[in-house]
């Protein structure tokens, strides 16, 4: 089977890396790459490290251009998707959207966490939508025609409390959760503080109390926990490119012992072909590390008890613009047609970096 794809948004960080893997992807072919600034531009005169693996020139951002694909990948700015998603589920084509505009269940959380003037206008496709976090999801993944991404962010705090959700741990003080990304988090055009006389040496926080991948990390979480959950999520730009560190401290009435632990991160994650746990009493790297995930789709987690403060602290380390987006965004594809999970994305981390 081959089916043909469309990079919407194909000329920012996230469409690159989704024609990254999306050309080395033994059931894809990649046919049409949208721009508006590059349009009839060869693709690699902007993704430079794709010279010699695509010819494609990238074309207008239409509708009729996307129809012409089986799947469409969706990597616009938030708030664009919306205006793209009806028309093409309509039309019968499998859409991945790696925007927020479809990961969010209720209409008036867009409102709220979004800053849109009314509710979502889509609310039962809302609903259709999946929430596409496969160690999560992936039976309502197969077969899925409407796919919501998750948030970079999102991504390593759900993944990271899962297993303390599932087993009601997360019921009392909401977790902390403390991230820190790299640049590119902030895609290709981001603002005067990415540029990189601002960036560099930097460790600085944004949108401390507010942030909106927090919207969908709570969602997560309390359908996991069968309750609402809270949650303290704090994130921090770093000097990197890529890369995300997620740090959680959740405070507990009786702490789990490491065997416990152990058993509830490979009672949810044991048969992922991403999640490694990392807790380790020799070598180099005891715990996750963004250095030993980058370019890659795997999801390192660890943790570590404190008996003194009843504080369980666990670690989520992943490549954004991968496991964070678009090869999270492929693994998705897969599970929805049949492929194997790990098609296209069987890249071992580069190190070092
Ligand atoms: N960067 C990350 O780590 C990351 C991780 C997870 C999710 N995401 C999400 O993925 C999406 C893309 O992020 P990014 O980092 O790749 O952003 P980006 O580098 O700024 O790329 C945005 C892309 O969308 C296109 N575009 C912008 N406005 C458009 C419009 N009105 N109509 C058609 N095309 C338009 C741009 O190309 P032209 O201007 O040339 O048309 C460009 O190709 C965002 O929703 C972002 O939040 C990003």
Known sequence: MTLRTCVVGASGFVGGE??????????????????????????????????????????????????????????????ESVKWVPKLYESGVAVF???????????????????????????????????GQPELHRNELVGAKLVAVPGCMATASILMLAPLAKHGLLGGAPPVVDAK?????AGAEGSIVDLHSYRTYVVRPYEPVHH????????????????????????????????IFATGHTYVERLPTEADMWKMYRALFGDSKFIRIVKDRLGIARYPNTKYVIGSNFVDLGFELDPRLNRVVTFAAIDNLVRGAAGQAVQAFNVAF???????????PLAPV
């Open 181 to 185: 990304i790299g640049s590119s988090g």
């Open 97 to 131: 959207d790696l925007s927020a505009d479809f990961r969010l269940k209720d209409p008036n959380a867009y409102v709220e966490w979004y800053k849109w003037p009314q509710p979502h206008p889509y609310p039962d496709l809302l609903q259709k939508a999946v929430y």
């Open 212 to 243: 909106r991948h927090i919207a969908e990390i709570e969602q997560e979480l309390s359908l996991l926990a069968g309750k609402k959950i809270r949650v303290a999520f704090t994130p921090h730009a770093v000097d990197l490119v890529r890369g």
């Open 18 to 79: 989704l024609l990254r893997i999306l050309l080395q992807h033994s059931g894809v072919e990649v046919v049409c790459a949208t721009s508006r600034k590059f349009k009839g531009e060869y693709v690699y005169r902007v993704h430079p490290h794709l010279r010699g693996f695509t010819q494609l020139k990238f074309v207008e951002p239409t509708i009729d251009a996307a129809l012409k694909a089986d799947v469409v990948f969706l990597a616009l700015p938030h708030g």
């Open 338 to 348: 049949g492929f194997p999970e790990d098609e296209g994305l069987r890249y071992i």
